[in-house]
């Protein structure tokens, strides 16, 4: 029986090409099931989070009252340093190297909302709306100020 070549399975080139062409497909569909928009919305609310809790670490931190305002597509923490109760503009902060008030980015708005937070990081309940191109995704903010 020389001379037949009996072949049983795959050859390791044949093997790495499929895992290949999975690879790419698999790749294609999640960019069409999870869209830019999901990815956008996401990250604005994820820097809002983010504020939420600055803020709120900043005011158990500081004898100074804390204010965390969203408008338009802006985020803004202010420290009311000489405590006359008017959170100037001046008076925006600089956490770990982030200069606010940030700007949540081209298309992006969020809900009209004023938190002012006391030493024990405790705040008014409130709910904020962020949204992106038509989609929108809602932040609650408990009066413990925990966001989620």
Do not use: K, W
Request: aromatic letters at 6%; proline letters at 1%.
């Amino acid at each position: 029986m020389t001379g037949l070549n009996v072949s049983r399975g795959f050859s390791l080139v044949e093997l790495i090409a499929v895992l290949m062409l999975a690879a790419v497909l698999a790749a294609s569909v999640v960019g069409r099931v999870f869209s830019n928009n999901t990815y956008a919305l996401q990250s604005s609310r994820d820097q809002l989070v983010a504020a939420v809790a600055s803020a709120q670490q900043l005011a158990m931190v500081q004898r100074d009252p804390i204010r965390l305002t969203t408008s338009g597509s802006s985020i803004d923490i202010r420290r009311d340093q000489n405590r006359d109760g008017n959170f100037s503009a001046s008076e925006s902060v600089r956490i770990d190297g982030q200069r606010f008030p940030v700007e949540l980015g081209r298309n992006r708005t969020v809900s009209t909302a004023t938190l002012d937070f006391n030493r024990l990081g405790r705040t008014s309940a409130a709910s904020i709306i962020v949204g992106y191109s038509g989609a929108t995704v809602s932040v609650s903010v408990s009066a413990s100020g925990y966001a989620q």
